[in-house]
C-alpha cells in the first residue's frame, strides 16, 4: 500500500540511521520499526497488569518517618552534623 507519512525530525533521523545500520532500505526499515513497535505494544497489552505487594516495614511507634531531620535528630542527638 502506497501512503504519504509526515515523519517529525528526530524520527526521521533515527530511521536514517537505522537504515544505514542494518544495510537496508529506507522503506523496509520504517516497515520493520513500525511492525516491531505495534508488536511489543500487543504483547504489553495483554500482560496481566503488574501489581505491588505492601509489607509492614517494622518501623517503631513514635518517630515521625516523614521528616527524616528530625528522626536523625532525635537518634543521633542534636550535634549529629
Same mark, same amino acid.
Given at each position: 500500500? %502506497?501512503?504519504?507519512?509526515?515523519? +517529525? !525530525? +528526530?524520527?526521521?533521523?533515527?530511521? *536514517?540511521?537505522?537504515? *544505514? *545500520? ?12 513500525? *511492525?516491531?513497535?505495534?508488536?511489543? %505494544? ?10 505491588? &505487594? ?5 518501623? %517503631? ?12 535528630? &532525635?537518634? !543521633?542527638?542534636?550535634?549529629? %552534623?
Amino acid at each position: 500500500m %502506497r501512503t504519504t507519512l509526515t515523519l +517529525d !525530525e +528526530d524520527v526521521a533521523a533515527k530511521l *536514517r540511521a537505522e537504515a *544505514r *545500520r542494518s544495510g537496508e532500505p529506507f522503506k523496509q526499515t520504517v516497515n520493520r520499526v513500525l *511492525r516491531t513497535g505495534l508488536n511489543v %505494544r500487543a504483547q504489553a497489552a495483554s500482560l496481566p497488569p503488574f501489581k505491588v &505487594k505492601a509489607r509492614p516495614l517494622g518501623l %517503631r511507634p513514635g518517630f515521625n518517618y516523614d521528616k527524616v531531620w528530625d528522626l536523625i535528630e &532525635k537518634i !543521633e542527638g542534636p550535634f549529629y %552534623r
